[in-house]
């Protein structure tokens, strides 16, 4: 999810897209940065049942190195555009980078193999008819 803002409501409403997509493994911790709006956004979703109330919060910044470093890459292929004007242009082009990227990373099951495959993936997933 991409926003422009980085508060508790932004948190909110990102935490359980993100925690949906795991369904299948709850996590046994969450690791975010120093933002003052995570804990509060995860202490409301506990509350209401969504993480367990086991799961730990960590907000190390070198348990986020992972995650940073594949930040890294993304970040050296958006500098040559210097930045996004508006938030639909920002999404639509970030979603592709992060396609190909899976792809690419074999993170992905493709219909067919070759760049056909790719292909309709792409179109799939953007709801391109081919």
């Not at 508790?8 to 409403?13: I, N």
């Amino acid at each position: 999810m991409l926003s422009s803002r980085r508060n508790t409501r932004a948190a909110y409403r990102f935490l359980p897209k993100a925690l949906n997509m795991m369904s299948d493994y709850p996590p046994c911790s969450t690791t975010t940065d120093k933002l003052a709006s995570y804990p509060k956004a995860i202490r409301r979703l506990q509350s209401e049942g969504l993480p367990a109330k086991d799961v730990e919060h960590r907000t190390s910044k070198y348990l986020n190195n992972v995650i940073e470093a594949d930040h890294g890459a993304l970040k050296r292929m958006i500098r040559p555009t210097r930045g996004f004007q508006r938030m639909k242009t920002a999404s639509a082009t970030l979603k592709g980078f992060e396609i190909m990227r899976m792809i690419r990373r074999g993170h992905c099951v493709l219909p067919q193999p070759g760049a056909t495959g790719e292909i309709r993936l792409v179109n799939q997933l953007f709801g391109l008819v081919a």
